[in-house]
């Protein structure tokens, strides 16, 4: 028997008004021209006297068609039900449309046969094309047209409009179906779920979103009523849906947005299953497979099992957070057992990706509290699970009676209090979000280089504590609050909510949540405990213990003396001619805290994840600016200051452009980087920067150690020092190193990735999501490929040989000399894709200089193509990197004509690649070696650091790539003390080492200074322009190049005082009205800089998108497949000659004067005699 679901016109044009007496006539004549009869498959309601077992149903009218039954034909013969008397031969049917017609149709037809007649779709008449002469359905008179049409039959659920006008027409048309839907139903459409219907389409604003994710959250709570589930699947069967093909049908029309062709209670019931697997079971209906659907025909009980749906759940998505498929289940594997292809499920899926970085944290205590109540379970759950959660717990009863207490809160911090007794908030969630925040901060900083790391002792600023927790909040409340049901505390609050989530800059929303957190704060402080050997704590601890804390001798500690004692710290230190207060995770906390990637990752929930489509286009001028995730609202530009944007005064859609561009760029994770990262994890070989288990053992100090010798004295201490800041810098690099695991094991089986971008205020642009971006280090990078791979034809071959050598260290030789050393480690190379964790093969890639795992992954690659010996069809998907030589000295030298820098960046051609790094540093050896002939100070520390030997390329690399970006004397110092320390940090202290780095790194300005005299001519020229602008008062601002206006923020902020129970909170609430002239002046040059290297990046990427080529960037670093590196190098080369060839100083020069009114400024210097168009014949300009 062949199945066929015919929807023929909807012909819909919305109206902003219409006349109310077209609409009774319309009625009228629609009930006279169409009684039951007429309609196939429709029969009256049972009331009119018709008695019948088919579903009641009728058809309203020319515009109105309403086929909502499937039609079952028997022996090729299409029945027309009940009364007509032929039959119409119809082995097969297509829909053919009327040329005519311009207005929308949905059309649907499911059957198929080898020769089709045809239906020929007209505005008034349907029609079926076949032998015998086809059956039509009369058209009715004419009807006097209202001003404008009003579409078909919608429910308030599929408009949501305001109108009275609407309001009158829907209460109209729904009183025909009123009977045949069923009131518990009906009532959450209209009431409850308003917005679900907008997961249905193909686009929706982020206020849509906002308000789903609410009722959703609603619903999973248990706020609202829902009808029951079952009932609500039965009436879907009832409807004649009974087999797992029909419903698939129903799902297959209500996700495509053909809801005009179900019937009202199949749409409503079918709206709460999706509603409910949503909520309850974060499913997606179109990915439910066909025995599934099945079992729930004969068992709709199913659908309330937490248990079935959790098995599902698992079945379909794996150990994955989000709904994303695993390659075992039957919906990943092509046959089609499930409606995962729908082009709205993508959509779908990444609504819900977003809600569940939201909601993880809560979700998980919440399901592991009811497993301690109800079940009894709760000595299962591993101690360092308890741990957080019994926090929570004593946080969540804390929060409970102060709500109970009667009369008023007086005291010092009262105000904070009064705000959490009288928020709309259930106190579990109040404090699982206070726990999450603390322990984010705490444990997980968001940093993205490692680097950043380096500074992190474990402690957070207080101020910074309780903002954090106090916003958190308040944005739950503001989702809580959106959306039209939104009714408890009115529209000035949820306004007032709006400023406080996405204006920093409002003041009282500011010292609203600065009250509000610091009293969550404090409340944590005062209730998280963990229970101790009482051996652990000082006699002050101990105190506090017995005084405030229930102390438990000899039972938990299995005979030990043990105590509860607080967990947190908070300690008030003096800094910079202030006092600063500091909370921090004691030690002993600490070590309960070291959890296991799954228990982790149970609290640490990053909000902005990947997104699995593509991201939603910028609209950068709008009110705030649009674009990126569906619901998560980012800025456009990255500052602290958005009123100084400028946004909505002029047009940064070509900026715009380019983002969308970079994001449109798919990725998908390696997996088979992501498996070699597993096994290193797993056997804890710390190895490729993973990071270890385990602490390192601190060595210990004798009682006696202060009668050793002073240098094994000295000695000994330093070697505890590097093993307790080894310690602290563990404490952060295993939790950010397992949020970057975890999202890659999350989307580790998504066909397709992206990554949203935006742009700081120089132009720069970076990804939105802050662990998992090829932004970030040589781990994320090497977790991440294109998802499009490209055959790697004549050159992409050997470009991929020069990527790896690039990342061996190799990048000074030159090109073809990188090609022979990557051939001539043929042999090693195999064994290693072979083997990668073999003793043997671990030497050769987890020590590359730029990056041990791209160059595992580049490591896997050949030695696929050799072993296929397909050197040009391979299909590659790893990104060859192309890196400027010092990009921002490149930019200073083309600015200044400057010859001589030029061609020690390499804009010059040449036959070797130029190693500016090396030149400064001959430059700076032949100043060491003259101190180091003399008797004085500097002679002392010259001969130390010869005897030290680290007088290297490396030491002197980073200060050389950050001068151009205005490092000062200290930032200088820094740099050199971090590579010192890293060559020699176990043989010198850390006092000498800070002498020998200030000395050395006087040396390395000096000599850069004689390198690129013309650069820093034009630094001091910046330096006198913004001083001039500093007397005024006025920010340094410049239009880039590709036409963003670049305006430094840094002013003199306004502060506001908060005096919180545990100390007085100092809070930046916004501007003031003075600039800060110090950060102005220093920042100019490097902003400046940016600006021009982001410029470069994005023409570069235009000039890609114009050719049909891929492209990423990270800042100088261009990257794409290994076939398109050819053509990416002519890019690059174009786009920086095009760039530099405006007359860049002289347009900023003028626009300065003009901004000075005239005011005196000086030219800037004179330029050289660079040709620039020698950059596009230097082989190693880019490389």
């Not at 078909?152 to 009158?168: F, G, I, R, Y």
């Not at 009436?235 to 093909?245: N, V």
């Not at 705490?442 to 380096?454: G, I, Q, T, W």
Request: one cysteine or more.
């Amino acid at each position: 028997m062949a199945v066929l679901e015919m929807a023929a016109l909807v012909w819909r044009n919305h109206a902003a008004r219409a006349r109310h007496s077209w609409q009774h006539a319309r009625q009228r004549d629609l009930i006279q021209r169409y009684p039951p009869e007429l309609s196939p498959n429709v029969i009256a309601d049972s009331t009119d006297g018709h008695n019948t077992s088919a579903p009641s149903k009728a058809c309203h009218g020319p515009q109105d068609p309403w086929i909502a039954e499937p039609l079952h034909t028997a022996s090729g013969q299409l029945q027309l039900e009940p009364n007509d008397p032929k039959g119409v031969a119809a082995p097969d049917l297509r829909i053919k449309e009327a040329p005519s017609l311009s207005t929308p149709r949905v059309l649907l037809i499911t059957q198929t046969s080898k020769e089709a007649p045809e239906i020929a779709v007209q505005p008034h008449s349907i029609s079926i094309s076949a032998e015998p002469p086809p059956f039509e359905i009369p058209p009715p008179p004419e009807i006097p047209p209202p001003p404008e049409m009003i579409g078909p039959v919608e429910t308030k659920l599929l408009l949501n409009q305001t109108s009275d006008v609407n309001k009158a027409r829907q209460h109209t048309l729904r009183s025909l179906h009123a009977r045949s839907i069923p009131e518990a139903i009906k009532g959450v459409l209209q009431k409850q779920l308003p917005s679900l219907p907008s997961l249905r389409v193909s686009d929706g604003c982020p206020q849509a979103m906002e308000t789903l994710h609410k009722e959703l959250m609603l619903l999973h709570e248990g706020s609202v009523d829902m009808p029951c589930i079952v009932d609500a699947y039965k009436s879907i069967l009832a409807a004649g849906y009974s087999t797992p093909e029909l419903l698939r049908v129903v799902i297959s029309s209500y996700l495509n947005g053909s809801s005009e062709m179900l019937r009202p209670d199949v749409f409503a019931a079918i709206v709460a299953v999706d509603a409910h697997l949503l909520a309850k079971g974060r499913l997606l209906l179109e990915d439910v497979p066909l025995d599934v659907l099945d079992c729930w025909c004969r068992e709709p009980a199913c659908l309330t099992d937490e248990a079935h749906l959790s098995e599902l759940r698992a079945r379909l998505y794996g150990k994955s957070q989000f709904p994303i498929h695993h390659p075992t289940s039957q919906c990943n594997s092509g046959s089609g057992d499930c409606q995962s292809s729908l082009p709205v499920t993508q959509r779908r899926r990444q609504f819900v990706i977003e809600r569940e970085a939201h909601l993880t944290a809560i979700k998980e205590y919440l399901a592991f509290q009811r497993q301690m109540t109800e079940k009894g379970e709760g000595g299962m759950l591993s101690q360092r699970t308890r741990v957080w959660m019994q926090w929570a717990t004593a946080l969540s009863d804390s929060i409970r009676n102060l709500r109970n207490t009667q009369g008023s809160i007086r005291g010092l911090g009262a105000l904070g209090y009064r705000m959490i007794r009288d928020l709309e908030m259930d106190s579990d969630l109040l404090s699982v979000i206070t726990c999450q925040t603390a322990l984010n901060l705490l444990l997980a900083p968001s940093v993205r280089r490692k680097d950043d790391l380096k500074g992190f002792d474990g402690r957070v600023p207080f101020v910074t504590l309780v903002v954090a927790v106090g916003e958190a909040v308040e944005l739950e409340q503001y989702f809580r609050e959106v959306g039209p049901t939104s009714h408890s505390r009115g529209v000035s609050h949820n306004q007032r909510m709006r400023r406080a989530v996405y204006d920093a800059d409002d003041a009282e929303c500011r010292r609203h949540a600065v009250v509000l957190g610091a009293a969550l704060v404090d409340l944590l402080l005062e209730h998280a405990c963990v229970e101790v050997d009482r051996s652990l704590l000082s006699s002050e601890e101990i105190n506090a213990a017995s005084n405030e804390c229930v102390m438990n001798f000899g039972q938990a500690g299995k005979g030990k003396r043990t105590a509860k004692a607080k967990a947190f710290g908070h300690d008030l230190q003096w800094s910079d001619g202030k006092t600063v207060g500091y909370v921090r995770l004691k030690s002993y906390a600490r070590d309960v805290m070291e959890l296991g990637p799954e228990e982790l990752m149970r609290f640490l929930a990053p909000k902005y994840q990947p997104m699995v489509v593509q991201p939603r286009p910028w609209r950068p001028s709008a009110v705030p600016p649009e674009g990126g995730f569906l619901m998560h609202r980012v800025p456009f530009i990255r500052t602290t200051n958005k009123k100084m944007t400028c946004l909505e005064v002029y047009n940064a859609q070509r900026v715009a452009h380019v983002m969308d561009f970079l994001g449109q760029m798919p990725w998908k994770i390696n997996g088979r980087i992501l498996e070699v990262m597993l096994e290193v994890q797993r056997q804890d070989l710390a190895i490729a920067e993973v990071p270890p288990k385990l602490n390192p053992e601190l060595p210990r100090i004798p009682e006696n150690a202060a009668e050793f010798p002073p240098h094994e004295r000295e000695a000994l201490l330093l070697s505890r020092h590097n093993a307790e800041k080894r310690c602290m810098e563990l404490v952060s690099e295993r939790p950010t190193f397992q949020l970057k695991l975890q999202a890659a094991c999350n989307f580790e089986h998504a066909d397709r990735i992206y990554f949203p971008h935006n742009v700081d205020f120089r132009g720069r642009t970076y990804p939105i999501s802050p662990h998992l971006n090829h932004i970030s280090d040589d781990i994320c990078r090497g977790l991440l490929s294109f998802a499009e791979p490209k055959p790697l034809g004549k050159e992409g071959f050997f470009w991929l040989k020069v990527s790896l050598a690039n990342l061996l260290g190799k990048d000074k030789l030159p090109f073809d000399e990188r090609v022979a050393f990557v051939d001539a480690s043929r042999d090693w190379i195999m064994e290693v894709a072979k083997d990668p964790l073999a003793p043997q093969s671990i030497k050769h890639w987890a020590k590359a200089d730029d990056g041990p795992w791209q160059a595992l992954a580049r490591c896997f690659e050949l030695a696929e193509i050799w072993r296929t010996g397909d050197e040009e069809g391979f299909q590659s998907c790893l990104p060859v990197h192309l890196d400027g030589s010092c990009n921002g000295l490149q930019h200073y030298a083309a600015l200044g004509r400057d010859q001589i820098g030029a061609m020690a960046v390499n804009l010059l051609p040449s036959d070797r690649p130029q190693d500016v790094y090396t030149i400064v540093l001959g430059i700076v050896k032949g100043k060491v070696q003259h101190d180091a002939r003399t008797g004085n100070t500097e002679g002392t520390l010259a001969r130390r650091l010869e005897e030290l030997n680290v007088l290297q390329r490396k030491v002197v690399k980073q200060t050389i790539m950050t001068i151009c970006y205005g490092v000062t004397t200290v930032g200088a110092k820094q740099q050199v003390q971090g590579q010192l320390e890293s060559l020699v940090g176990d043989q010198v202290g850390p006092e000498e080492l800070s002498i020998l780095a200030s000395y050395l790194s006087k040396l390395v300005l000096k000599s850069i200074d004689e390198v690129f005299e013309r650069a820093m001519a034009i630094k001091a020229w910046f330096d006198k322009a913004t001083q001039i602008l500093n007397q005024l008062q006025m920010p340094t601002a410049w239009f880039s190049p590709i036409g963003l206006a670049c305006v430094q923020p840094y002013k003199k902020v306004r502060k506001v005082e908060c005096q919180t129970k545990r100390q007085k909170v100092t809070i930046a609430t916004e501007d003031g009205p003075r600039v800060d002239k110090a950060k102005q002046r220093m920042g100019f040059p490097p902003n400046f800089i940016h600006s021009l290297d982001a410029t470069h990046m994005m023409m570069t990427a235009e000039g890609c998108q114009r050719e049909g080529i891929g492209f990423a960037g990270v800042h100088d670093s261009f990257w794409t497949h290994a076939c398109d590196v050819p053509a990416l190098n002519r890019i690059i080369r174009s786009a920086f000659i095009e760039l530099h060839s405006q007359p860049i100083l002289q347009d900023l020069y003028e626009d300065l004067h003009v901004r000075l009114g005239g005011l005196e400024l000086l030219a800037p210097p004179a330029q050289g005699q660079l040709d620039l168009t020698e950059v596009s014949k230097s082989l190693y300009f880019f490389s």
